[in-house]
């Protein structure tokens, strides 16, 4: 049982067991369509129920316990996951360099964070059903992350953009629910207008270039640091 340290604590025997549910390629579609079939989102189910322990949980202590994440629903069928629920994951992901991807470090957060947008609860091993409200499984969401990767402004980001979706992401089914987050778009919106003042006093292509270098020395210096940790892997696997 692995056991992680942090805001909050989480213990896990294994990552959860995913099979990627591939989409069939269509040769006969136009570059439009096969574009957006590859920008589509990708779905994984469960090969078998996880469990997830999780404490301290100060904000909601009836999430203390054992979670249990089925790999079937109630009638038997399998629970299709996409990771976490960003809007536009694919741009997300190109923007932070991969490191906000849906099976990325992002991964055992986003099964819990999933089956609560699904079904509006978390279930325990028990069997107890605990009810929670959308900003309460973001903020779970956010202190998994922090907590298992050690990431902890990783974490902070990805519940930003989660709460950035409560407009058009449904949680049990349902528009919007829980707390409005009236602070993030209102941060949101603030750091839209920086950019803009920014860019119309330096001129929208300067700003433009800084952005872009900016992006390629993180993008080549996330290539550095994972050839460096491919070399002391093998070289740990082979003392």
């Known amino acids: 049982m692995e056991k992680y340290e942090g805001t909050i604590t989480v213990e896990f025997e294994d990552i959860p067991p995913v099979r990627l549910q591939t989409i069939t390629p269509k040769p006969n579609l136009n570059l439009l369509k096969r574009l957006a079939l590859a920008t589509k989102r990708r779905f994984f189910t469960l090969r078998?129920?996880?469990?997830?322990?999780?404490?301290?949980?100060?904000?909601n202590e009836r999430l203390n316990g054992t979670i249990k994440i089925p790999a079937l629903d109630a009638n038997g069928k399998e629970i299709a996951f996409d990771g976490a629920s960003v809007p536009l994951p694919w741009l997300v992901s190109l923007l932070t360099i991969g490191i906000l991807r849906p099976l990325g470090v992002m991964l055992t957060a986003s099964v819990v964070h999933d089956y609560a947008y699904m079904y509006g609860h978390i279930q325990k091993e028990d069997g107890t059903v605990v009810e929670i409200e959308r900003?309460?499984?973001?903020?779970?969401?956010?202190?998994?992350?922090?907590?298992v990767n050690k990431l902890p402004g990783v974490g902070y980001i990805a519940w930003f953009f989660v709460r950035i979706g409560w407009l058009f992401v449904k949680y049990n089914n349902k528009p919007r629910g829980g707390k409005p987050p009236y602070d993030e778009y209102f941060l949101f919106s603030a750091l839209l207008a920086f950019i803009i003042a920014i860019g119309m006093t330096f001129s929208f292509d300067i700003l433009l270039t800084v952005l872009v270098a900016i992006y390629v020395v993180f993008f080549v210096l996330s290539i550095f640091v994972n050839r460096r940790t491919l070399v002391e892997d093998s070289g740990s696997a082979s003392t």
Do not use: E, R
Request: charged content about 25%.
């Open 48 to 59: 078998h129920d996880w469990l997830l322990k999780v404490d301290n949980v100060s904000y």
């Open 135 to 147: 900003h309460i499984a973001d903020q779970l969401f956010k202190d998994i992350i922090a907590t």
